[in-house]
């Protein structure tokens, strides 16, 4: 501790910079704080290009690591460029330990450069919104409650994401959180000390505020404790206005931190148990887990590192242990989630039958059940009932052919109907239904008390969660699916859409022969067509699942999906030249007066020869965006216009590549029902009715 109590030297220039004139390309830049200096000096200005590919715009911003600029790269992407001038090995190898870190919370690292000097630059993502300081020096009496557990929530999942990745940020303070639409994003992680299994300490710089740094930093000890006595030192920030250890200068600051309290007077009830323990003076007695600061605010953060709210425990007779006295922030905020789980709780015995959701299904059970609850009850001697059984035994052996063919007709019509059905709904169970005795016999669950929000609260309610940040979210959801999730998903998709696509071609086959086409050349030609689609989707979707983790560009998605026809085109012809296609009789010339192209080589008659194959389905899938209708994060299930759009597509292609028509339709059409009904799909409006276990905060 003592080397922080000396006074640091600074210099203009690293001595790793270029060896010029440092006030040759100084600039002046707006401050963002009120009490630091006026104005700052930046080495580069407006149109300098120290970093080839990126032209600064102008200085954002000087840290202890270098200086930040605001630039652009030669494609016209606005980015953040940072200067590293000390201990550049040193930092450029924690910067690269970060670099594949993804979350909604924290900056985005996009690369490591260097320029002429061989001087650092990390190039990063630029927000243009309000840091966590310029909202404090705003707010000099502290933050409003609603935006204060926005704020240290969001703030609390990026930290808690850094820490399962072994990373500890070491320089937590507001001027490093900033605001970008909604989403609080924590900068200059990539500047941390990365934690190693063997030993704690480091070889970095002591860089960062004294405001926020834990006592125990002076020992050269870098632990996530760290972060958590940091997190503390905020979170009072954000409840007061002010910080808890304040001096006249850096020395009588550390030694604040070294032997003050806190004044846990200022702060809410809610928050003072919070904020002591996290700014104990020995590490080990601070919260072990960021997850443990935001619980008692009501809050929690999910295996996929998302703020939800916090579900609260009910005892054994099913009351909240925290209705009696609930904390002053959260008493009227939570009340109604506490009355519904008081009410919904369960405290018998767990019943063990299935009632399931699928209507059919769930009839067929509860008349079963009926039927024996009928024959149970019925009130004759047991001669009679062995009779009556018996007359049912033999009616239904001289039955047997008539039974057995009702029963197969069920089948088959059920069969189609439910693969439809778990497509589109899903596979649940719904609780059984009570009887009148297990309805007398069900405890009274008295609800909890209702609190009402006083008038002086003036709390807001949450605002839900915008498209742009709920696709941000589930997008960082999709990235950590396991392997073997994803390999479960796909294989579930190529089943299911092998049943959808039976039942297409099965429904094109009756409509195909009630125009009057001949029986066998349709039947071989709806063979054709449902395992060429079947071909196209499988592939469709093995692409998709591979290009769910982000939006991607629409240029290189297509072409990808254009080079895949290749292989499609030359199977489906494999596939024609096995099944000895009749193309002649079940091609249909229903495109009146439009002429189309003809290319040499590529047909034989009405015969469509190998390179008609490679040329039609290669534009085929560049034509139709597959990968739409497979991302789960699609605006709906089942769009009616994309299968529109595929069928118009195969269309157009026709007149360049007159295939077979309407079978190149039909596959387009098929793959399009097929994918889309197979394909998992998260519904966006969760967003707006989140149940109160699972509702991210925004």
């Excluded at 909604?182 to 300490?201: E, H, M, N, P």
Aim: some cysteine; hydrophobic content about 40%.
């Amino acid at each position: 501790m003592l080397q922080l109590l000396m006074p640091a030297k600074k210099s203009p220039i690293s001595e790793g910079g270029p060896k010029e004139d440092p006030n040759k390309h100084s600039r002046t830049a707006p401050t963002i704080r009120s009490n630091q200096v006026a104005t700052m000096k930046f080495r580069y200005g407006n149109g300098d290009r120290p970093l080839e590919g990126f032209t600064i715009k102008r200085g954002v911003g000087l840290g202890g690591f270098g200086e930040v600029y605001f630039a652009t790269n030669d494609a016209g992407k606005e980015v953040a460029l940072k200067q590293i001038q000390r201990n550049l090995e040193v930092e450029v190898r924690g910067v690269r330990q970060c670099m594949n870190l993804k979350h909604p919370n924290l900056l985005a690292l996009y690369d490591i450069r260097f320029d002429e000097q061989n001087q650092g630059w990390i190039v990063m993502e630029y927000v243009s919104g309000p840091s966590l300081r310029d909202v404090l020096d705003s707010a000099p009496q502290g933050m409003q409650e609603s935006e204060l557990k926005r704020w240290f929530g969001q703030i609390a999942t990026g930290v808690a994401y850094l820490h399962d990745h072994g990373v500890v940020h070491r320089d937590l303070k507001p001027a490093n959180i900033f605001e970008d639409e909604g989403i609080v994003k924590i900068g200059d992680y990539g500047l941390s000390k990365f934690i190693s299994c063997s030993r704690r300490g480091g070889q970095t710089e002591s860089v960062g505020t004294f405001h926020y740094m834990a006592p125990e930093i002076g020992k050269g000890e870098y632990g996530k404790e760290i972060d958590i006595y940091a997190l503390g030192v905020i979170l009072y920030e954000m409840a007061t206005g002010n910080v808890p250890f304040d001096g006249e200068s850096s020395q009588e600051i550390i030694m604040k931190h070294l032997t003050s309290d806190p004044d846990l007077s200022l702060l809410p009830l809610e928050l003072r148990e919070v904020v002591s323990k996290a700014l104990a003076k020995n590490p080990v007695n601070r919260f072990s887990d960021v997850r443990d600061m935001v619980r008692p605010l009501g809050m929690d953060i999910d295996d996929h590192y998302l703020l939800v709210r916090a579900v609260p425990k009910t005892n054994s007779d099913g009351h909240s242990s925290s209705a009696i006295e609930p904390p002053p922030f959260t008493a009227h905020t939570e009340a109604r989630g506490r009355q519904r789980a008081a009410q919904t709780a369960s405290t018998g015995p767990s019943v063990s039958t299935v009632y399931y959701e699928e209507p059919v299904a769930r009839a067929v059970q509860t008349g079963w059940r009926g039927l024996n609850d009928w024959w149970a009850g019925l009130r004759v001697n047991p001669g009679a009932k062995a009779v009556l059984l018996a007359v049912a035994i033999v009616a239904s052996v001289l039955n047997m052919g008539t039974i057995l063919s009702m029963v197969m007709v069920s089948l088959t019509l059920y069969v189609p109907y439910f693969c439809v059905w778990w497509l589109l709904r899903g596979p649940s169970s719904v609780p059984p239904p009570l009887n009148p005795i297990q309805r007398s016999s069900q405890p009274q669950v008295s609800p909890a008390p209702h609190f009402v929000r006083s008038p002086q609260a003036g709390r807001r309610a949450p605002k839900p969660l915008s498209l742009r940040q709920w696709r941000l979210a589930r997008r960082t959801q999709l990235v950590q699916c396991s392997r073997a999730q994803r390999w479960y998903e796909v294989t579930g998709s190529w089943l299911g859409s092998t049943g959808v696509i039976s039942v297409f071609c099965v429904l094109a086959t009756v409509f195909q022969l009630g125009a009057g086409q001949p029986a066998q050349p349709i039947i071989m030609g709806m063979i054709w067509a449902s395992l060429t689609a079947l071909l196209t989707a499988w592939v469709t979707i093995a692409l998709g699942k591979r290009w769910q983790n982000e939006e991607g560009d629409w240029a290189i998605r297509s072409f990808t999906q254009l080079t895949s026809g290749f292989l499609i085109g030359g199977v489906a012809f494999l596939l024609a030249s096995s099944l000895l296609i009749p193309w002649e009789a079940i091609t249909q010339e229903n495109l009146g007066e439009i002429r189309t192209s003809h290319w040499v080589g590529f047909f034989s008659g009405k015969q469509p020869l190998l390179p008609a194959y490679l040329a039609y389905f290669p534009l085929l899938m560049g034509a139709i965006p597959f990968w739409k209708q497979v991302d789960p994060l699609r605006r709906k299930r089942f769009s009616l216009w994309a299968v529109v759009w595929s069928g118009l597509a195969a269309s157009v292609v026709h007149l360049l590549i007159p295939f077979p028509h309407p079978w190149g339709v039909i596959v387009a059409a098929g793959t399009s029902i097929a994918v889309q009904l197979s394909s998992p799909w998260i519904n966006s409006e969760e967003r707006f009715h989140l149940a109160p276990s699972h509702e991210v905060m925004s």
